[in-house]
């Protein structure tokens, strides 16, 4: 079946613009991520989803940003008045299972985030 | 606080060599570890996962890694490289405290020479 799919693939801005980065998880997954990979990192938590809320946005680094999930399926991480250190690779993983048991993430391809 | 580590940044090893990728980890109790693959334009792959029981855990495509508690580590391992096994690396521990967070290595770069 269809993996995680992330649009669009690549999306360069002007420092101060607004940006949304769309995710669409594997059907039927209840449990969304969002990480940000900085070039020669390892992923960075930022949120999570169970469902439609969002159960942990402990990872977000400011109030610049901001993810939805209004119905539980398809997610839009969104970025205020982007700053130059906001580039990066926005990554998004879904899951099938409640993360308090054994599960396995799986990864879109990314949104290469360039802010100018 | 959770946190893994890779020290090499990089990795050559030649076709049908046996390879290994090192991870460490600092964790307050036990540790849930992982691997991912991610290959260029592509996102992370799952490799395999060390819960609890045997040391030795086997994942996908031959690799296998080796749970040490007594030197904190968990290194990915396979028998022969492959060319195609040329992708970078990102071990990974997921917070005991907080189980929807995952820590991720700064990963390690393969490179499987012919």
């Known amino acids: ?116 | 606080a959770q946190s893994v580590a890779q020290p090499e940044d990089q990795v050559n090893v030649a076709e049908g060599n046996p390879l290994t990728v090192k991870c460490t980890y600092s964790v307050s109790g036990n540790p849930y570890l992982f691997w991912y693959v991610q290959y260029p334009n592509r996102g992370l792959q799952f490799l395999l996962k060390y819960i609890t029981g045997d040391n030795l855990v086997k994942g996908s495509y031959g690799f296998e890694a080796e749970f040490n508690k007594s030197q904190t580590s968990f290194h990915l391992k396979k028998p022969s490289a492959l060319v195609s096994d040329s992708a970078l690396y990102f071990c990974a521990v997921r917070d005991v405290d907080n189980f929807n967070k995952f820590y991720f290595g700064s990963g390690t770069k393969l490179n499987v020479k012919p």
């Open chain 1, 1 to 116: 079946g269809a993996g995680v799919s992330q649009t669009p693939s690549n999306k360069v801005t002007e420092k101060g613009k607004y940006v949304e980065l769309r995710c669409d998880p594997i059907s039927g997954h209840t449990a969304l991520y969002w990480y940000r990979q900085s070039l020669g990192q390892g992923p960075e938590f930022l949120i999570y989803f169970q469902g439609t809320g969002a159960a942990d946005d402990s990872g977000l680094p400011n109030d610049r940003f901001f993810a939805v999930r209004p119905e539980g399926s398809v997610s839009t991480l969104k970025i205020q008045r982007t700053e130059r250190g906001d580039s990066a690779v926005y990554l998004c993983a879904s899951s099938e299972r409640d993360p308090w048991s054994d599960y396995e993430q799986f990864f879109g391809p990314g949104t290469r985030l360039t802010v100018l």
